[in-house]
């Protein structure tokens, strides 16, 4: 009964984490925009038109991902309407699932539920878990469905009828982000075989559950070959799969520490405790949670630190693994009280700080109340979590999980749970400009450096970024041109074409 009440209430807590003010911050570039856009042409076109078959984006075929996510989107369009908190809701609800999921799986690893409580209470209160959870992509499902393999390949020990959900666990993350499966599934298999379940080789239910759970995945593909031909396959496969092991696609490149970096700039407080829990799961490798931490920690994380594509949601698969990782020190700690006051207390007095200084900016630079209060709360558990370690007092932890539990809420009632919002201009006034002017579908030519699928999305017209030549050669032609002030007087361009201006930019008619 105690584990069905840690469910209920891990269950709870995460969703009201993940859920709350989640339509507060207008959608982000580039997966948020393209991913709502793809969703809506879904939700507007009637069943019979085979948008939901032939997703497309500006009335163009959607190759990149196949469509499970944007589906549910669309579904939550038909219930609470085009905004941003049905798109990314669908997203939300399933990472939250993840918390709940993760303490399952560890109850079967550990056999205990103290390390598997702490392992759940650790990823829920990781920020890039929580902040990139919460958005309208792909990586927190993929998660969900992983860790939903994982239970179906443990509780199959008891009962050989959950390996049929290893099957459909597969076809769930292949037609959520395609062949990431490969990894995902390679990875899997040799957990099984270090596991020593052998027999789910053998099994009829494996076999018929990889049978049934892909045959939508598998019919989905047949169907954009037969429908596309080469195109699918060319942009699907190579172009957005397997080019992103060996190129750098669209320029997102970087060094084989890039991820290393990421973990360490967002997993603090908690990563103090990995080295800890790395050596325990070394040392423990031949049980069950030695070998899950050690296979799919390294051997994600070394496929993607060596992947010449570079983005940070990459890294978002291993975090389950780190939280297991850490959530066995900790129960460690707390059941055997060693850990190194000095240390710790030095860390946990530099996080007081830390809260103290970000309050003062705040006040300051960003007088939001709740990053203010977020602050305070940082440095008063900070201060509190240092005192008790100074004190040989085990109860640091609950501590550190109430505190990072509400910094992270308050975080994401703010307006800055989203701060790449800041690293161009707001796009919902100059997209209610264009669409007060300009009828929908319409394509607009931009000076802005790059195009910005959120931009496409709230207009509800395609903008195209060019360059200034190519805009001055567009003069002659019936175009509709949003231009910043510097390109405006480039182009010397008569006033009486205006349609309006806002935030910098102008919108001008040709016609």
Known sequence: MRNKHWLLWLLFTSLFLWVICLGNLPLRDWDEGTIAQV??????????KMVWLYPTLGGEPYHNKPPLIHWLIAVAYSFGGVNEWTTRLPSAVLTALSVPLLYSVGNFVFNQSLPALFTALVYMTMLPVVRHGRLAML??????????????ILKSRQQRIYALGIGFCLGLITLTKGMIVLLLGGIAGLFILANRQFYLFKSLYLWLGILLGNALPIAWYIAQWQHYGENFLQTNFQSQTFARLVESVEGHSGPVWYYSIEILKYGFPWLLFLPGGLYLAWRKRQTTWGCLIMI??????????????????YVMPIYPFLALAIGVNLSEIWQEGKFNIKFLGGFFTFLTVAGLGGGVYFIFADPQPALIIMSIVLAISMSIATWLVIKRNRNFIPVLFTGMYLVLLLLMISNSWIWELNEAFPVKPVAALIRQHIPAGTTIYTSFSYGRPSLDFYSDCKVVAVSVESLQGMLANKSYLLLDKETMEKMNLSQSKVIGEVNGFTLISQL
């Open 39 to 48: 969703a809506r042409e879904i939700y507007r076109n009637p069943v019979d």
């Open 296 to 313: 799919d920690t390294f051997i994600y994380f070394g496929t993607i630190s060596f992947m010449s594509t570079k983005l940070p949601w």
């Open 139 to 152: 990586d927190g499902a993929v998660i969900t469905f992983f860790l939903l393999l994982l239970f179906c």
